[in-house]
């Protein structure tokens, strides 16, 4: 098991002694190590981005403890050395990584996590080599990361990440900000990752389409505690999705349309609009 939440809650605390903000109660969770892609989803405040940084231990529980492989997350862990381990097993792709870029070059932003954890420096910059080449960004690695572009140093960022190749990838809205085609360029590289070495790769996102083309599992949080944990299918094909406070993706609103008002016959195994398309032009099924 890669990671286990085992009755975890999480109180921010408040301005005065006592006063507390409930941020995530009581909450049971399993996530392997490997070839699950979960999409953690809810409406601002359920809780979602509080339960993902309990998961490399940004923030400690309350009460409860947080598994992660053979270690286990107490209240009482803050200067525990063994963090650092955790980290170096998940990584976190933040909300505008791009923020945290800060070296000279481009190179250097890259390898600087590697060193951090202890890797030689020959070995850092080997996995740098490696994972530019990976993203297509060999041609950026002697410029200054400030003079790129947007989607670039996204990318750098992300680069930054995968250079010392954790086990688990936890993505915070990684698509936000990019234009359309970014977006699809930026998950198509994490399904790849996964694709290929089977890490497991969990996604906090507000955009339904985004989840339902890429995860096979979906845990939605409301009101702090997990309303759904199964697969995406079945999420959206009963009510659950309303009483998580979710949307249905577009390609499901198209594909009701097409079945109930034009008599088609298109199942929810449907994910994406381009997936679509090929149905209806290999001939769907149709009364």
Do not use: W
Request: charged share 30%; hydrophobic share 40%.
């Amino acid at each position: 098991m890669g990671i286990s939440f085992k009755e975890v809650t999480h109180k921010y605390p408040g301005l005065k002694r006592k006063q507390f903000t409930l941020a995530i109660k009581d909450i049971n969770l399993d996530i392997s190590d490997k070839n699950e892609f979960v999409a953690i989803v809810g409406k601002t405040g359920s809780g979602k981005t509080t339960l993902v940084e309990h998961m490399n231990g940004l923030l400690l529980p309350t009460s409860g403890t947080v598994g992660v492989f053979d270690y286990v997350i107490t209240p009482k862990e803050r200067k525990n050395p063994k963090m650092n381990k955790i980290r170096k097993r998940i990584g976190f792709v933040f909300q505008f990584p791009e923020y945290q870029l800060f070296e000279e070059t481009v190179l250097k932003d890259i390898m600087f996590a590697p060193l951090n954890f202890g890797f030689k420096e020959e070995d850092a910059k080997k996995r740098a080599l490696e994972v530019a080449k990976k993203l297509h960004i060999e041609d950026l690695l002697n410029k200054s990361p400030f003079n790129l572009s947007g989607g670039q140093m996204r990318k750098v960022a992300i680069a930054g990440i995968l250079s010392y190749d954790p086990d688990i990838l936890l993505l915070d809205e990684p698509t936000r900000g990019l234009d359309p085609l970014g977006q699809v360029e930026i998950m198509e590289l994490f399904k790849t990752i996964q694709e290929e070495t089977g890490k497991t790769i969990i996604l906090i996102s507000h955009d339904m389409d985004l989840v339902y083309k890429y995860a096979t599992r979906v845990v939605a949080m409301k009101n702090q505690v997990i309303e759904y944990d199964g697969n995406k299918e079945d999420l959206f094909l009963s009510n659950k999705y309303l009483e998580c406070n979710l949307v249905k993706p577009n390609v499901l609103q198209l594909i009701d349309y097409l079945n109930d008002k034009l008599g088609y016959n298109i199942g929810y195994d449907t994910y994406s609009l381009e997936d679509l398309i090929k149905k209806l032009e290999g001939g769907a099924s149709h009364e």
